[in-house]
């Protein structure tokens, strides 16, 4: 069998550059977000951002926050061996009444564009740590128009959570206000301590030990 390689997704308004500590313990691929079509399902956006890549059955998808939830939808018409996903939400993860209340509501349709904008800037300098990573973190995000957070939060609140076709891990900070979710249902739910949304600043080296103690020995 094919030694297993990992795609490597990373979260909204970022790019690869959030990988660049992590020394992955199989052969890693990083992928780039690709911009949405206007009102695409996530569905579609997963097929046309993963099916262009030659992703084998015995690979591994790993996503960072709204890479994960691309990760899953991908992995539930699409054989690989396992998603992990990091500070994301497990497609059995309910949502919170408020972000149900929001989808009802339909608030991002009418929301001004450069609202939402500085709704999700805030969001990143809330959960940056150490302060110095921010001024990093701003510059990749600074690359997405407005149309693509827009699209984004209306993609994970809308999401319709199909069971991927293989087992979900689940890595998450205790202290992630972003995806404040207890992954309970994923096959593996581990929770790193004293850790924000953006956990890939400060905790790459317990997530590379999990990855290689946890999810390796899982392989086939």
Known sequence: M???????????????RIFKQFAFPWQATYLEWIMPEEEESVASYADRML???????????????????????WASRNKVQRVVILNSVHYQTPLRPLYRRLVKAGMLKWAP???IRK???????????????????LEMMEQFPSAYYRWVLQAVLNWERPAP??????????????????????????VLTNATHLSFQTHTAQIIKLLKEG???LLS
């Open 2 to 16: 094919a030694e297993a390689r990992v795609w490597v997704l990373p979260g909204m308004g970022a790019d690869s």
């Open 51 to 73: 099916d262009r890549h030659p992703i084998g059955e015995n690979d591994l998808l790993l996503g960072h926050s709204v890479g994960g939830i691309i990760a899953q939808e």
């Open 215 to 217: 999810v390796d020995p």
């Open 165 to 190: 076709l293989c087992p979900v891990d689940s890595i998450r900070g205790d202290h992630d206000v972003v995806f404040p979710f207890e992954n309970k249902k994923a096959d593996h739910d581990w």
């Open 113 to 115: 564009k450069e609202s």
């Open 119 to 137: 709704f999700i800037f805030f969001m990143a300098r809330l959960n940056s740590r150490p302060e110095a990573e921010l001024d990093h973190v």
